[in-house]
């Protein structure tokens, strides 16, 4: 293994993340500089860890996201849960230039966080289906059906690309520390 890098994660309040990132030429995605920087974000996002990072996160206004949602990640939930929410494992993948269409209004309502507004959640209304044509890492074209969890990972991440956060459409009034919603919401729900 090789010196693993981990870049900063800048939070809410930085230019970066409410700028609309600019696209990346297939030259530029092949470019070494970008190859690492997706090495990096890889290992940054592991390390948080997190289920998506987008290039403005990182400080860098690019139309770049990874995702990956790893089983491990969804232990503390209940099968019940996990099929409420509409959750499964997801492997990693970079999704670049994405084009976002939703298949279904956005009506499933569920608690989400964000790496770049540290400690907090709330509840923010997705659509369930998404189709995502985007380029992946080899600048190669990729079209991605989406449900669920993973629409909802996609449709943040690329809202992100947009420089909008998860507050700006989230339901008045849900925000909570994570802490809190443990405590209190999940108590409440199960």
């Not at 470019?31 to 996002?45: C, G, L």
């Not at 995702?67 to 996990?82: M, N, P, R, S």
């Not at 499933?108 to 289906?129: D, H, K, N, Q, T």
């Not at 449900?147 to 925000?175: C, F, K, N, S």
Request: proline content about 6%; overall charge negative; hydrophobic content about 40%.
């Amino acid at each position: 293994m090789g010196h693993r890098v981990l870049l900063k994660i800048v939070e809410v309040g930085h230019p970066a993340l409410r700028k609309v990132a600019r696209l990346l030429t297939p030259e530029e995605i092949l470019s070494p500089e970008i190859q690492t920087m997706i090495v990096h974000m890889r290992d940054t996002m592991r390390d948080a860890p997190g289920v998506g990072l987008a290039a403005p996160q990182v400080g860098e206004s690019l139309q770049l996201t990874v995702i990956e949602d790893k089983v491990e990640y969804q232990k503390g939930l209940t099968e019940a849960q996990l099929q409420e929410i509409q959750r499964s494992a997801v492997d990693f993948h970079v999704v670049i230039n994405p084009q976002i269409e939703l298949l279904s209004p956005p009506e499933a309502v569920f608690f989400e966080g964000c790496l770049s507004i540290p400690r907090l959640m709330a509840a923010v209304p997705r659509s369930r289906s998404v189709r995502v044509t985007c380029l992946d890492e080899h600048a190669q074209p990729r079209v991605i059906e989406a449900e669920g969890w993973y629409a909802r990972i996609l449709q943040h991440e690329i809202d992100h690309l947009q420089g909008r956060l998860y507050t700006d459409v989230m339901q008045p009034g849900t925000l909570t520390t994570i802490e809190n919603y443990q405590r209190h919401r999940l108590k409440a729900a199960s």
